[in-house]
Structure formats: structure tokens, C-alpha cells
């Protein structure tokens, strides 16, 4: 495994993609949480999105919640936005960095956000402006990458011409979302392949979902290709509203688990981030999915 990246960049979406999904919960539940998750090492959380509180209902508190949040100055903050109005809430409450997302399947934009593809490009050209005038950065995500769940296989090419346009609009990076857990190793392999080859410097995420439990596989076929920014959530919380069958993101223990094992360097403090996943649990009033949580990590002994 000398091949692979010494240390990789994570992204906690726990707060923000894992919580959209679960009914409402108290807005200082939602700061004890990222708070917690601030103290754990990871450089980075998605912290809020600014949807339409119809949309989301359980995102209705962004700003109360972002308001209330203790900084750190270690962690980088965003936000999820899925237009330009959010962008504009998102920058007014004061985030810096902010991700927008575009479905690369035309039905899946229209279930998301009642746009197609191609309106939501248009609308995507003028929030990035309207970001970097405010001294903000904007990473565009790419959702169904791999696959939709109603139009089934989406091209590669397609993928690449929506992230072609994101860049060319003057995308700060790209993310592609495996939304309902239809990537396999092949699959990430060959998009991300394809995407290196056409798009070499971009700065690209990858954002995987554990439906059909390919989850940590996908991560190392991208490690193994160079890839060094990943999204997970704590406990494995996470779905998506407009994506029938979708369970949670790759849970973030787990993942910092495997790699650190592997001698990449995640910067973690992996009991750190158990610690907010019983917190997690706690939030939600139900078991999650992580596996590290409930056995343990492999260093852990059992006693005779």
C-alpha cells in the first residue's frame, strides 16, 4: 500500500446531510453536536444547509444554528446550498465556504430542486459570481455521479460535461455524490479516471453513501488513484429526502479506522469522534450504523 496518499482531507457531513433526514431536533442538540465534532480533530464540517424550510423542515434553523456554534479556529465551516437565494443566506450569515448541488440526472435535479440540469448550471454561474464577489469560495457537487434511482446507469460523459460546465463557470472544486449508494471500486475507477484525465488540476471530493455497503471499498479504489478529499458522516448518519433507498454516508470512525490502519494520516482523534457518535446516537434516539462504535476499534482487547 506505499501508493497510497500519505494523508487525506476529510469532510464531516453529519450535521448537515446526515440530520436533513431525521426528524427535527432541537437547535442546541444541533450545536452540541458540532461542537463536539469541532474537538475531534477533522479540519473541516458541512455544518448547515439553506433550503427552503418546506423543503427541509429540519433545516429550518440554519442561521439560529450557525449563530450559536462555538468556531473553531482549527475547523473550516460550510454550508450546503441548493440555489442562488440559499447562497445569498448562507454569505449573509457568514460563511466563507459554501457548496452547491447539481444533480448530473435531469430527473433527479427536477425531484431535488424542481429545475433541470441545465437551469440549475445557470443559476449555479451566477451564485458563483456572486460568491467570489463576497470573498467566498464555492465547491460545486456533482450528485448522482454514479448512478440515478430513477433513470438508473448516468454516463460518464454526462458527469464530465456537468462538471465541465461547473468549472468552466469557475467552480472552486467539484464533489461527486454517490447519492443512493450505486457506486462499486469499477465505478469510482472509471470516473474518476476519466476525470483526472480531463480535468487534471481540479480539486476533487468524493462523497460515497453505504446503501449497498461498497461504501469503504470505493474509498480505496480512490486512494489508490490519488485521491485525498473525502466527505463522511459521523455514526453514518445521512440519506438524501429525493433518493428512495438511500441509507448514510461512509461513517466517518470507520473510515478514519481503516486508513489510519493503512498508514494514511487522517488527523483524527479517533476515540474523539466515538465520543460524538454516542453523541450522535444520543441526538437521534436510535442505534447507527457504524461499525467501529459498536465493536470497538481492532486495537481494542477483549478481557479473560
Known amino acids: 500500500m506505499s501508493d497510497l496518499p500519505e494523508r487525506i482531507s476529510l469532510r464531516e457531513v453529519g450535521p448537515r446531510d446526515g440530520l436533513q433526514n431525521e426528524a427535527p431536533v432541537p437547535t442546541t442538540s444541533k450545536v452540541a453536536l458540532i461542537d463536539a465534532l469541532s474537538r475531534t480533530g477533522v479540519g473541516r464540517i458541512e455544518a448547515v444547509s439553506f433550503v427552503h424550510p418546506k423543503a427541509i423542515p429540519s433545516m429550518a434553523d440554519a442561521a439560529e444554528v450557525w449563530a450559536a456554534v462555538a468556531k473553531s479556529s482549527e475547523v473550516r465551516y460550510s454550508a450546503l446550498v441548493p440555489n442562488l437565494r440559499g447562497a445569498q443566506r448562507a454569505l449573509a450569515a457568514g460563511f466563507k465556504e459554501i457548496e452547491v448541488v447539481v444533480s448530473a440526472s435531469d430527473t433527479h435535479n427536477l425531484k431535488n430542486v424542481n429545475r433541470t440540469t441545465e437551469q440549475s448550471l445557470d443559476d449555479i454561474a451566477e451564485l458563483l459570481a456572486t460568491a467570489h464577489a463576497a470573498g467566498a469560495t464555492c465547491q460545486v457537487i456533482v450528485s448522482t455521479a454514479f448512478g440515478c434511482p430513477y ?149 481494542k482487547l477483549t478481557p479473560l
Open 151 to 299: 433513470e438508473g446507469d448516468v454516463p460518464v460523459e454526462r458527469v464530465l460535461a456537468v462538471a465541465g460546465r461547473a468549472l468552466a463557470d469557475g467552480a472552486d472544486g467539484l464533489s461527486y455524490g454517490d447519492t443512493t449508494g450505486m457506486a462499486t471500486p469499477s465505478r469510482v475507477t472509471a470516473l474518476v479516471g476519466e476525470t483526472r484525465m480531463r480535468f487534471p488540476v481540479a480539486d476533487l471530493n468524493l462523497h460515497f453513501h453505504n446503501t449497498r455497503g461498497t461504501g469503504l471499498a470505493n474509498v480505496l479504489a480512490a486512494l489508490q488513484l490519488g485521491v485525498t478529499d473525502y466527505d463522511a458522516s459521523v455514526g453514518g448518519l445521512g440519506g438524501c429526502p429525493y433518493a428512495p433507498g438511500a441509507t448514510g454516508n461512509v461513517c466517518t470512525e470507520d473510515l478514519v479506522h481503516m486508513v489510519e490502519d493503512m498508514g494514511v494520516d487522517t488527523g483524527v482523534d479517533l476515540e474523539a469522534m466515538l465520543e460524538a457518535a454516542r453523541e450522535a446516537e444520543r441526538l437521534v434516539g436510535r442505534t447507527l450504523p457504524s461499525q467501529v462504535l459498536r465493536a470497538g476499534p481492532r486495537t
